[in-house]
Structure formats: structure tokens, C-alpha cells
């Protein structure tokens, strides 16, 4: 419903925002460590409306990427909006797609309320769709390449033996050294590596 909301931050704690758009005061629950600060400046808030029986309330991220992780983890069995806000303020963006990607449950259950079920049940229903939020992140970092050119030297790599945590590892030092949209000099460069 709300995409985002830009106006001034008039109020911050650890897990809340106040933002002031347009002489209403919009109240947002937000990660712990958030990177938003009370300034007259304008800010922009990617949102998140959650509808319950006994309250509506927003969410809000500093990125799209990441209220687009959140949106990940509320539709998995188990994980709802608070423990998403948890997990997201447990990890940031980049490490929690590293921990399921490389299934990683040891790593969620460090986050307060996540036990052993519920980070098997994350690494289940998340693992294909994190590392292709891992894939495009890379991809935007180097030139923009298709995804399917990252994906394809993670599994040139697996397949001749390396596993699969090595050869991401390796694919994503590449690809900031090399043009990622040509699969043959970006194997090279991650075997070099």
C-alpha cells in the first residue's frame, strides 16, 4: 500500500521512527541499528504496512533491498513481522544472505528468538531466493551483469570441485576486479583468486 514515505526524522529510539510528512507523524518500527537520525534534512523510509486483527502499523527500512528481505522473511512458516524486525536488526542485509545461503543455522540462532526449528525453516523456504538477492547484489556492484552470469561461475567452480561456499567467496572477489558479464574472464579471475 505505502511504497515509501519521505520527510524529516523528529523522533528516534533503538527500534522506532517518528517521520514528519506532511504535518502528520508517522509512526515506524525499524530494525535495531538502523542508519536513520533525527535531522531536518529529508529522509526516505521504504516501507512495510502490516495488518493484524487488533492493529495496523508500518514498518520501515532505509532501502528497498532490505524491506524487500523483510518481505522474504515474513513469508516463511513461523517468522512474523516482529521476529523479521528481530532477524534484521540480529544481522544486516548482506551477512543474513550469506547465512542462508550457505546454511548457516548456527549463525540465526545467535538472534534473540530464533531457535533451532525456526532457522531450519528460514534456510528452507530461503535458500534459492537469498542467493539470487546475493547474485544481483554482486551483479550491481560489478557493472550491472546479469545474475546468470555469477550464477553460472559460482557452477563452473562447483563442479570441478570447489563447494559452493569457496566458490561464491571466490566469484565475488572476481567480480570486483573483472568485467562480470564475460563468464569466461570472470572464471579465470575467480580461479586466480
Not at 67 to 72: A, G, S
Not at 174 to 184: G, H, M, T, Y
Request: aromatic share 4%; net charge positive; charged share 25%.
Amino acid at each position: 500500500m505505502y511504497e515509501y514515505l519521505e520527510g524529516q526524522v523528529v523522533e528516534r529510539s533503538a527500534a522506532r521512527l517518528v517521520l514528519a510528512v506532511g504535518g502528520v507523524g508517522y509512526e515506524l518500527s525499524i530494525p535495531i541499528g538502523s542508519s536513520f537520525a533525527a535531522s531536518s534534512a529529508t529522509t526516505r523510509v521504504w516501507t512495510h504496512l502490516v495488518v493484524r486483527e487488533d492493529a495496523h502499523f508500518l514498518c520501515g527500512f532505509p532501502d528497498r533491498e532490505t524491506r524487500d528481505l523483510f518481505r522474504l522473511l515474513i513469508s516463511v512458516r513461523g517468522v512474523g513481522p516482529t521476529m523479521g524486525l528481530a532477524i534484521l536488526s540480529g544481522l544486516s542485509r548482506e551477512p543474513l544472505l550469506a547465512a542462508v545461503a550457505e546454511g548457516d543455522a548456527a549463525t540465526l540462532t545467535r538472534i534473540r528468538g530464533v531457535g533451532k526449528k525456526t532457522a531450519e525453516q528460514i534456510l528452507l523456504d530461503m535458500r534459492d531466493k537469498a542467493q539470487k538477492l546475493r547474485a544481483q547484489t554482486v551483479s550491481r556492484a560489478g557493472a550491472a551483469a546479469p545474475a546468470t552470469e555469477v550464477d553460472d561461475a559460482i557452477q563452473a567452480l562447483v563442479s570441478i570441485g570447489y563447494s559452493e561456499k569457496e566458490a561464491r567467496k571466490s566469484v565475488e572477489r572476481a567480480a570486483q576486479k573483472v568485467d562480470v558479464r564475460n563468464l569466461e574472464l570472470l572464471v579465470r579471475a575467480a580461479l586466480g583468486s
